[in-house]
């Protein structure tokens, strides 16, 4: 059997389409009568693994044109390639309308939020969910919404997606009064929130109201690190950000280099995560590996992700949400509590799993 993965849309592995295929294509499991194949942009020949088959796909660099090459040329050129199974990780962004060979589109958020917010091109990808033979989501939230959409639940699958413990886990940092992470020095303690600035539903300036709060409350040193790139919400959280009367102790990164977040991560005191529209929200199961305490919202996939192992908060009670910060950045007792149960439950999300149960759905593709 050859399983062909495509490459396609996940920005060379400079997003979370391109960690997800970058983790995955890493730990791809060796099993009888079973091969392997990218396929993709020639620039991404190298972009995920340097030991698997890649094959060029040439159809343009822009997205309707690999729109069209998905629609109208993969049947050829998987007929060509003898694939027998597709697996799709950018799926909400190129999707075929029918499928010459089986397939499995990755879904990484809610189908519901996607085609809310989708315009008519995305929409044409999108039906493809219709007719695609499995739909692998990383959450039972994912699932549920599917559910909703009145998707028959045989049809979909229920993964974890992996962290790569080699970056994330606990490092001996106690002593240490600076993480330095170029570009920047930040002096610790901090907290850490790692999401981009791209609406109100991540809730950046609730989380700085409520660090007031904690910071009015408690006077303790912590500092607040908003780390992510900035999108179209980012002139809301600045402003928030000045006018609040812990401005001083208040730093943005704007978008973070990934070689440096593993460090940035491990050296915060605790990670608070308030946004409410996650589907899966891996940052979470990243501190808990790098033995950082959690707190987040109850909304969305956290509760799922978190597992009874964090705090968690409603981030419109800006009063619970302080009491929260307060809990995992100075209880000592508790912060204990939760770094011993959230390492042990980050190690369940690994990608050699991750891929082995990728690879089994996709086997089982030709006897459905």
């Given at each position: ?93 190129l999707l075929p309308g029918s ?122 040193p912590h500092r607040l690190v ?65 033995g950082v305490p959690v707190t ?73």
């Open positions: 059997m050859k399983i062909a993965v495509d490459t396609f849309a996940c920005d060379s592995g400079k997003s979370g389409f391109g960690s997800y295929l970058t983790g995955l294509a890493a730990n791809l499991p060796a099993k009888d009568g079973v091969e392997y194949m990218l396929f993709g942009a020639p620039l991404d020949r190298y972009t995920y693994s340097n030991d698997i088959p890649f094959c060029e796909a040439r159809c343009g660099d822009s997205m309707n044109a690999q729109r069209f090459w998905h629609n109208f040329s993969s049947a050829s050129f998987y007929k060509k390639n003898n694939v027998d199974a597709v697996l799709y990780p950018a799926a909400t962004r499928f010459p060979v089986p397939g499995a589109a990755v879904l990484h958020d809610c189908l519901s939020v996607i085609l809310a917010k989708a315009k008519f091109a995305h929409r044409l990808t999108l039906r493809g969910f219709e007719r695609v033979q499995k739909i692998i989501v990383p959450t039972n939230y994912i699932k549920n919404d599917l559910l909703r959409l009145g998707f028959d639940g045989k049809k979909i699958a229920v993964v974890r997606h992996g962290i790569d413990h080699n970056l994330f886990y606990q490092r001996p940092l106690e002593d240490l009064d600076t993480v330095n992470v170029k570009p920047f020095a930040i002096k610790r303690p901090y907290i850490i929130y790692a999401s981009s600035v791209t609406g109100a539903g991540k809730k950046h300036i609730e989380l700085i109201k409520a660090f007031e709060i904690f910071k009015k409350r408690t006077g303790a908003l780390a992510g790139a900035e999108g179209e919400w980012a002139e809301q959280v600045h402003k928030a950000a000045f006018d609040s009367s812990a401005a001083s102790d208040i730093f943005l990164t704007g978008f973070f280099p990934r070689e440096g977040f593993p460090l940035l991560c491990a050296g915060a005191d605790a990670c608070v995560f308030p946004s409410i529209q996650e589907g899966v929200g891996l940052p979470i199961v990243e501190a808990m590996a790098s987040a919202s109850n909304a969305g996939a956290l509760p799922e992700i978190c597992a009874g192992k964090a705090v968690l908060f409603d981030s419109d009670n800006l009063e619970e949400m302080a009491d929260a910060i307060e809990t995992v950045a100075t209880d000592k007792k508790a912060r204990q509590k939760m770094i011993l149960e959230g390492l042990a439950w980050s190690k369940k999300f690994n990608w050699q799993e991750c891929a082995s149960q990728t690879v089994d759905i996709l086997r089982g593709l030709l006897n459905d």
